[in-house]
Each structure stands twice: as C-alpha cells, then as structure tokens.
C-alpha cells in the first residue's frame, strides 16, 4: 500500500500558487511529476493522490501558456512518456486489452508507455512497453479546434510474442478525440474521449520512426 504522506502538503503548496509565471509552472509541474511518480504511472492511486493530481492538473490548465495547442506543431512533435493516467490501467494486461481488441488474450506485463507524435505526418502512435516486447497502436491525428484532436487508430503493430501488424476494425469502435488542455517546451496534459487525464512529459523532441518501417 502506497503512503500519501506529504499529499496533503503538495495541495497547500499548489493552492499557494497565484502568479501564472514561469517559476509557478515549473514548481506545479514538479510536484505533478513526483505525484504521478508515486502512482506507479495510475497503476496505484488512492483517492488522496487523484485529488492532489486533480488540483494540480487545474493548476496547471489555468496557467496554460499556449492557447492554440492542437495547432503547435512543434512544440507537440516528440517522443512522450506518460506520467500518470486515469485510465484504470493495469500492470497485468492482455494484448486485447491494449488493442481494441484486435489482438488475442495473451498475457502480459506491462512497464512503461510512451507516445509518439509529429503533426507534419498526422503520427499518433501509443507504445505500450511490456515484459514481453512492444505492443503499438498506429494512429493518425488532425486539429478539431483550438485544442481538439481528432484520432483515429488503424493498426496494432507487435514486437515480441510473435511479431504482427494486425488492422483495427473502427467500425466497432466510437470516434475517438483528445483535448490538449495543457502544453509547453516539455509537458503535457491530455483529456480524453471519456474525460479521462494524460500527463505526459517529453523525453526527444524527435519521433521515433521505427514504428512506421516495414
């Protein structure tokens, strides 16, 4: 069981935070990250943690210094880890599970997702880490709005178990979008189809491109 101990101080801290300057962003950010950190990525958060990273994710929108994130192109373009999820994500996955359902039920074990973007190509691709190789859902993305992204994902593309590329029917699947609530030179703060939050944190401003090959 994770202890919380300090939870309560970070949402002190963050309600302190008044001035929308440089020096309130990075200390709401750091505190995010180290949050985030403790929910092992939203594999294990408790009710005091999702209301610390809650308020702090509002912290964070009201100070967003790019109005037009759908449309900053390249300050969206990189490699991103994602910090936290309200996902309901499990570390004990299947491969169904992180593809729509296009791929069989074979365990595995996840340890650690990524996204890869570049808006010159419209790339959007989710990387799901696990014990047992990779598993890529290959998506496409377009601006809808100031902040909007619409997404549509096409093909699971495996590494490990048994290396496939596997198309995804989205007849069976509703239309998908994403909201860039929050966006600068190395942080990011996703809302989903389903409201749920993405806290990603860039690790290369350049795309990996292996996923795209063969």
């Given at each position: 069981m994770v202890s919380w101990r300090g939870v309560s101080l970070a949402l002190d801290r963050?309600?302190?935070?008044?001035?929308?300057?440089?020096?309130?962003?990075?200390?709401v950010k750091t505190e995010l990250a180290a949050i985030a950190a403790a929910t092992d990525v939203g594999f294990d958060a408790g009710g005091e943690a999702v209301a610390a990273i809650k308020r702090l994710a509002g912290e964070l929108e009201a100070a967003n210094p790019t109005p037009v994130t759908a449309r900053a192109d390249s300050l969206m373009k990189g490699r991103w880890r994602l910090l936290y999820s309200s996902f309901g994500l499990q570390r004990d996955a299947t491969l169904a599970r992180l593809s729509f359902n296009a791929l069989p039920?074979?365990?595995?074990?996840?340890?650690?997702?990524?996204?890869?973007?570049?808006?010159?190509?419209?790339?959007?691709?989710?990387?799901?880490?696990?014990?047992?190789?990779?598993?890529?859902?290959?998506?496409?993305?377009?601006?809808a709005g100031d902040q909007r992204l619409d997404v549509v994902f096409t093909e699971m593309l495996v590494i490990g178990l048994g290396a496939a590329r596997v198309p995804i029917d989205n007849a069976k699947i509703p239309p998908l979008h994403s909201d860039v609530t929050y966006l600068d030179d190395d942080f990011r703060l996703n809302r989903g189809s389903y409201g749920n939050l993405y806290v990603l944190q860039l690790v290369e401003r350049e795309p990996a491109r292996w996923a795209r090959e063969g």
């Open positions: 963050a309600s302190r935070f008044a001035r929308r300057d440089g020096s309130m962003i990075a200390s039920k074979t365990p595995v074990t996840v340890t650690d997702l990524w996204q890869e973007v570049d808006p010159a190509t419209g790339l959007y691709d989710n990387v799901v880490d696990h014990l047992e190789g990779s598993a890529i859902t290959l998506g496409q993305f377009k601006p």
